[in-house]
Each structure stands twice: as C-alpha cells, then as structure tokens.
C-alpha cells in the first residue's frame, strides 16, 4: 500500500486599520494578485485563505476582478473561505459581546459577497487563551487554527502532532488544527523539494495523516527579497506543479474535508500561548535578551526541538503591562465599547460608532513584532 498524507495550504492576509493605501497597493501587485492567479491556474489544489476586513474593504473598492477570482474559486470548491474577527482583534481581551459582534460582521460580509458561512476562523496572531471555545462555540465557529507549538508545550510531540484535535471549555466543544512550525520556515525560504522530502516522511499507509501550512499571505512576494525568488524565479508555481505531480500521494485538503474524513487525534487542553516568537517579544528587554540567549545556545548544541516544550516566554497580555500607551489605549476601547452598550445599536450614529470601536480593536497597534506595530509612528 503508497503512503499518503493529507495536505492544508492555507493562506492569512492582513493590513492593519488604516494602512497606507500604497502599501496596500505594492502589498497587492507583489504577492496577492500573482497568489490568487497562480492558485487559479491550478485549479486542483485545494487551499484555505483568510483576508482580514481591512484587506477585504480595500479589494472591493479598488480589485473587484480579484474579488470575482476568489468568490469563483470558493464556488468551485477549489477554496474554503475562513472568517474571524472582522478588524481583526484579539479576541480574548475585548469585551465579549464585541468578539461576537466581530465574528457575525465578517458572518455578514461573507453571506453578501460569496453566499456562504465560513465554519472556521482565523485566531489573530494564534493568541489562545482556555476560555476561547466557549466565545467561538457561540459564534457558531467549528474549528480554528494554532500553531503546533501550543500542543507541544502540552507534551503532544512528534507524530501524534499529523491531525486535529478536539477541545472545551465548560462544555463548549471546538477543533483546532495545529500549524506546523517546520514549513513555516522552509515554505517559500527553501527548495521545494525539500518540502517534498519532508511530507514524504510524514506520509504513511494508514493514510490519515495531516498537516497545515498556514502562515502570511505577505512572505509569497511582499517580504523583502521574496518577490524575485518566489515569482521572478518560479518558486510558488514550481511548488505547486509538484503538488499535482504528486498528488497520487499528497492529498490536498481542506478543514471542513478533514473533519469530514479523518477521525481526530484526541482531546486536548491548552494554555495560554501564541507563536514561539511572541514568547519572546512579549517579555521585558533583558528577558527577552537573556531568552534568546538561551534559545541560541540550545540551537548551537543541537537541543532546541528537545527542549522547545519546556520553553515559556511570556504570552499576548504582557504587552499592556510593557508598555504604558498600549494599557491605556485598551482601556479607553473598553471604555467606550461599555458606553456603546448602553444605546440602540439600531441607531445609525451608534452604529458608526460600534464601526469606529471595532476598528479601534485590531491587534496591530497594541503591540509590536519584527515589523513595528505600537512604537511606529
């Protein structure tokens, strides 16, 4: 019996509440236009893609034919749409009634535009938090994304890492599908025979094994130095030529097909946790110094993946107590998001406002990564 593997390509697109337009602009002509035709060219690989509400708002004013692209590709089922908060914020640390109202907006939106309900969202910045399946599980959401990072920091290692899983809180089941750290760095940065290589390894004769590739939308052209090596130099339309050569064993997939078809790994319960990157970035200067001091050495001396479960940095909240203007812009959202809550949300003001709120709530200026955030100007 062929080994085979079952394969997520998943796709997160995102600009923060009022970006530049030429941003948006240059971020469209180097890596979405030519992702989303390239992706049309090969209409049997399969695909999952998230668009943030700023990004969406920007392609219905200026790219309607990159709207048609997608809206047909969903319809062919080439496509599965995912939603999320609308502006995308952190869902745990706005009020509730907020998170909902963020989710049934993107609900909304995708009903006008493609005639559809997504059943997952994407978790802005993968922050989880152990309440969140009840949010979620309210919201009518089936499954969400995180890194495999938060199952290792459980002790889910290894092969029992190919799946999805299941999950609750009081009550609330959802499923969550782990992304995988490894192709967050070799897709596009490495040959694409080597991702190859790799799924081959994961593949075996049961068949029922997964796994996820999601990450930025931007690193397919928009990242410095990736235009030319992914578009100038084929990169994307060599990796997915070698998907269809190889599809007698790689089986690209979808959540909603996966849920469908293969039986989940197990139940599991999370903490707090994000990204491994965000571990570090969250935490004090010298922590964060003396962290990635210890992460360095460990690479150095061939133990990082063995010890990677046991590392915890700090997690997504830390940045209100790091930096003063972060809390208080928070505060002043959840000020303003309670005095919302005492008019008609029926009145055309209140309902600018709540518009104004939300927006207020994407995650982008309450923090900061490799490419700014809170200290940009």
């Keep these: 019996m062929t080994a085979k593997i079952n394969f997520i390509l998943a796709f997160h ?16 002509k180097t890596s979405y236009k030519p992702l989303f035709t390239k992706l049309y060219e090969h ?13 969406w708002e920007y392609f219905q004013e200026n790219e309607p034919e990159l709207m048609e692209k997608i809206a047909l590709m969903a319809s062919l089922g080439q496509c599965e749409l995912m939603g999320g908060g609308f502006y995308e914020p952190i869902l745990t640390v706005i009020p509730t009634e907020d998170a909902l109202a963020q989710i049934n907006l993107a609900n909304d939106f995708f009903e006008k535009e493609f005639g559809i309900k997504p059943s997952g969202i994407w978790l802005a910045e993968r922050v989880w938090e152990p309440n969140l399946p009840s949010i979620l599980a309210k919201a009518g959401v089936k499954y969400t994304m995180i890194d495999d990072y938060h199952l290792k920091s459980v002790g889910i290692i290894g092969k029992e890492l190919f799946g999805y899983f299941t999950t609750d809180d009081r009550g609330n089941t959802i499923t969550i599908f782990p992304i995988n750290e490894k192709l967050r760095y070799t897709m596009p940065f490495s040959r694409v025979e080597e991702t190859i290589e790799y799924l081959r390894n994961i593949a075996d004769e049961s068949g029922e094994n997964l796994i996820i590739s999601a990450d930025d939308g931007e690193k397919y052209g928009f990242w410095p130095k990736t235009y030319k090596w992914v578009w100038k130099q084929g990169w994307m339309e060599k990796f997915l030529t070698a998907l269809e050569n190889n599809s007698s064993w790689i089986k690209t997939t979808t ?30 200067p010298r ?20 010890m990677q479960p046991f590392l915890k940095g700090g997690f997504w909240r830390n940045f209100l107590a790091k930096y003063h203007e972060s809390n208080w812009m928070h505060k002043r959202m959840i000020w303003v998001s309670s005095l919302l ?6 009145d055309h003001l209140v309902s600018n406002a709540r518009r104004a709120l939300f927006k207020s709530q994407c995650n982008c200026a309450y923090w900061h990564g490799v490419f700014g955030g809170l200290y940009l100007p």
Aim: aromatic content about 10%; overall charge negative; charged content about 25%.
């Design 13 to 28: 697109i995102h600009q923060p509440v009022g970006n530049f337009e030429h941003i948006l602009m240059h971020a469209t």
């Design 43 to 55: 209409p049997n690989i399969k695909f999952v893609l998230h668009i943030s509400g700023p990004v």
């Design 255 to 284: 959540p909603s097909e996966a849920l469908e078809n293969l039986p989940p790994k197990g139940r599991v319960y999370l903490p707090t946790c994000s990204y491994f990157e965000m571990s570090e970035w969250t935490l004090p």
């Design 287 to 306: 922590l964060a110094r003396e962290f990635h001091k210890l992460i360095e050495e460990l690479k150095a001396q061939n133990k990082f993946d063995e």
């Design 341 to 346: 809550r005492k008019y008609s949300k029926e």
